[in-house]
């Protein structure tokens, strides 16, 4: 069986025509790299529990890339972040230009939605899936706790309204990602809603780290603009860097006396992946 990795780059979006730059751009920051997290995420579900399934559901796990990735290249945009530098590279705006980032996001996008359609999986399973990443990444998530963001920068929020962006925009697809994996492994609701919640908790986790990476770390520590974060509702500006790392701390160990209560094979695989994250904030 090959690997999620090559899978992905075998795998890329594909748009040929006599346009000079999308095609190209099209894979340009999916083969830039990134941690493949949340891709991760729910194929160690599967693995746990279905693993003749993990291959079959690799079209899934590369649409939850897509998704994210298509958000990273709107976020980093003049009219958002304004950032040009993403996983080590120039953002999309930077090496091709505005047009081409969006249409490209865009793209990604919709194509997500396509993957998930074209899976060789049973429609019972991808019915739900469609319905999980949609909402999750779109109008119930990702897209609205953007719109959170940009729309209050310069303003400060209160504490549970910052709890509340960051769990839309980080922490829903992240705790889709797992739920998604529950559903291709014919998990049942319960279980489905347990892991859903743990990805709440690790969603916050992992937007409080980056706060601090974007707080403490260099650009080209970081792999992508840093210091950028000085108008927007981070956890920094609002606990600061102290507050922020107790608060990661407390997350950190609540995510691991939850990953203590799943079964072995769960536990088994989680773990390996996860370890990394429950520490980075500390050194």
Same mark, same amino acid.
Do not use: W
């Given at each position: 069986?090959?690997?999620f990795?090559?899978?992905l ?7 040929p025509s006599?346009?000079? !730059?999308?095609d190209e751009a099209?894979?340009a920051?999916?083969l830039?790299g990134?941690?493949?997290f949340?891709?991760k995420?729910?194929l160690?579900?599967v693995?746990?529990y !279905?693993p ?8 899934v796990a ?6 994210? !990735?298509?958000?990273l290249?709107h976020? &980093?945009l ?5 950032a ?7 953002t999309l705006?930077k090496r091709f230009?505005e047009v081409t980032?969006v249409l490209?996001?865009d793209?990604l ?12 999986l049973?429609n ?11 909402f ?7 897209v609205?706790?953007?719109a959170i ?6 303003e400060?929020l209160?504490?549970d309204e910052?709890d509340?962006?960051?769990e ?9 990602s797992?739920?998604?994996g529950?559903?291709?492994a014919?998990?049942?609701?319960k ?5 859903y919640?743990f ?8 937007q409080i780290?980056?706060?601090i990476?974007?707080a403490?770390?260099?650009r080209?520590t970081a792999g992508? !603009? ?14 600061g860097?102290e507050?922020?790392?107790e608060r990661? &701390?407390?997350?950190?160990?609540k ?6 209560s799943?079964d ?6 989680l ?6 994250y ?6």
């Open positions: 069986m090959i690997g990795e090559e899978y780059r075998t795998h890329l979006p594909s748009a006599f346009h000079p !730059t999308f099209l894979g920051m999916l830039a990134g941690k493949r949340r891709p995420l729910l160690s579900v693995e746990a !279905t003749l399934l993990v291959e079959g559901a690799y079209p590369m649409a939850v890339e897509m998704l994210h !990735t298509y958000s290249i976020d &980093d003049p009219v958002m972040d304004d040009d530098l993403r996983r080590g590279e120039p705006h230009d980032a490209v996001g793209a996008n919709t194509h997500t939605f396509y993957l998930i359609a074209d899976a060789p049973h019972d399973v991808k019915v739900p899936l469609v319905k999980e990443l949609a999750n990444g779109g109008i119930g998530g990702m609205l706790g953007q963001d940009c729309h209050f920068e310069g400060k209160r504490a910052v509340f962006l960051h839309c925009k980080t922490g829903r697809l992240i705790a889709a797992l739920k998604m529950a559903i291709i014919g998990l049942d609701q279980m489905q809603e347990a892991l919640g990805g709440l908790d690790l969603g916050l986790l992992f780290q980056d706060d990476i974007d403490t770390q260099s080209e992508k !603009t840093t210091g950028n974060d000085e108008a927007k509702n981070s956890y920094i500006n609002h606990y860097l507050g922020s790392i990661a &701390d407390a997350l950190s160990r995510v691991r006396e939850n990953l203590e799943f072995a094979p769960l536990k088994e695989r773990e390996p992946l996860l370890t990394h429950l520490n980075r904030h500390k050194g």
